[in-house]
């Protein structure tokens, strides 16, 4: 539904096909990351999805408790939406997002966009069908649906892409592989319905309550509950209680009602390709994660705005082939850094869960010795999963085929590098998230940014030759002057090119001439084959020698 959303954002027709008659029960997801905020106010539903999200002013605290009904441990606290927003302007030095996270399940998130595709005259939306194969042509893909009633019928169109879940059926038709770890765990999860907040949140609000039993997730921080559990390894899943688990986590039986009950077996698997040709893969179809971190949908929302963007560019005219192959050089490895995360994370959890002892339950003073020596060793290990800034804002397609790369002398105090998942370092790099700053009218810098392509001259410059060079190769330019004093050492040269995406293509002082502007706009529009030459500066002279 992200995807469709996001083509018709760039003018694209498409058709939604999905098997279930409406929306997800299950709550599946409880966080958008600040980057699938922003990715969501570029395409007009950020303000729909708050709505429905948990109050901008409840927190996104992490706390290690011994039982709901016993001892909390160690509190991580994190700042709630409506201080994250405050925090960033106060800051104002690239180091932020745009947009706070936003704390919403699944089973929220996708009504809203269900809505909004409804609504959209450029998306034909069909709920209750089954995709059960394609067929390949030279103009295009032709897929065969079926629904509930048997009835079948073949959908034509020039693109396929398959976000079809773990058990992609494009994916498997397509013949590409898995490769990682499957069933790392055995979990059972419990959704349930409960008034009990004198135990649930008797410390106060949390997002996640975690002990050696599994986690907690308030979703609404009112009456909705998940409970992830580890099935011991003694136990099948089918004699597994979800109301004993209940229990045992909070301590004591609370009144409750189960709305899903099931046992899953998180994978850590990244697809070994993208897609094939006019075929494409995205979100669960490519990557599943442990929940840890939060990277599955936040991943795929990624994955669909990549595709959007290039697809649209491709059916509108202007794009080139090299688009498509820049989908698998881009995402694949945030996929695939994601997948690390997300086991080093749960590698914490268990970690933490291993310095649980009976005697943390007692009221006593050796209790209380032992509470207070797991609650230093808890926040030593400390929450990273929740503080991967690095990780969620820094990757960069600086290997892309339609990014304007740079030598390694070029701009070295300004390379951004990703060895620390924690820490966001703002660059311009060609391949990096445009650093996001607030400017002296209020506006943040990426609504300055039109839908296509933005030029940002930081410094004053002819810029006729590039509008007309654009116009010529009927490129979508949006050319914006912009007076920043005392962020040169953020955005770094005169110019920034930056693509619908909100990544830098690239970055100079003004080519001076014609054939410099092709080279430039037909490699970021992927019409130019992949060589070693350094696209972003042909002569050196277009590039801005900062150290």
Known sequence: MTLANALAFYGVRSVLVEKNPGTTTHPKMDITNARSME????????????????????????????????????????????????????????????????????????????????????????????????????????????????????????????????????????????????????????????????????WGKAWHYQSNLGTLVAQNDHDTWTLLSRIPDDVEPEDVDPARLIETFVGEKIAHEILVANSWSPHLLVADSYGQGRVLLAGDAVHQYIPTGGYGMNTGIGDAFDLAWKLGALVQGFGGEQLLASYESERRPVGLANCTGSEKHNQVRVQIAGLYTPELDIDSDQGELQRQKVAASIAAIGNAENECAGLELGYCYRDSPIICSEDNASHSGNRLTVDDPLEYRPSTEPGARLPSVFLGDGKNIYQLLGPWFTLLCFESCDTEMVDAVAAKMAVPLQITRIDLPGYSDIYHSACVLVRPDQHVAWRGAMPVDEQSIERILSRVVGKMAVDNDNIGCPDNSCVNQYT
């Not at 709901?68 to 030095?93: C, M, T, V, W």
């Not at 009504?111 to 450029?122: F, H, R, W």
């Open 39 to 202: 990715i969501f106010r570029k395409t007009g539903l950020a303000d729909a999805l708050r709505a429905v999200a948990i109050p901008d002013e409840n927190p996104f605290d992490v706390a290690w408790i011994t039982k709901l009904n016993g001892h909390e441990l160690h509190r991580f606290r994190y700042p709630s939406a409506a201080e994250s927003l405050i925090q960033i302007r106060r800051k104002n030095d690239g180091t932020q997002p745009s947009e706070a996270p936003m704390r919403v399940s699944q089973v929220l998130i996708e009504p809203v966009l269900k809505t909004a595709i409804e609504q959209n005259p450029l998306i034909e939306v069909m709920f209750g069908w089954a995709f059960e194969s394609f067929t390949r042509c030279e103009e295009g893909v032709t897929a065969q649906v079926v629904d509930g009633s048997g009835k079948r019928m073949n959908i034509s169109a020039e693109y396929l892409v398959g976000c079809d879940g773990g058990g992609s059926l494009v994916r498997k038709q397509l013949g590409i592989s898995l490769s990682g770890k499957a069933q790392v765990s055995r979990r059972y999860i419990t959704h349930f319905r409960s008034d009990a907040r004198q135990l649930l949140q008797r």
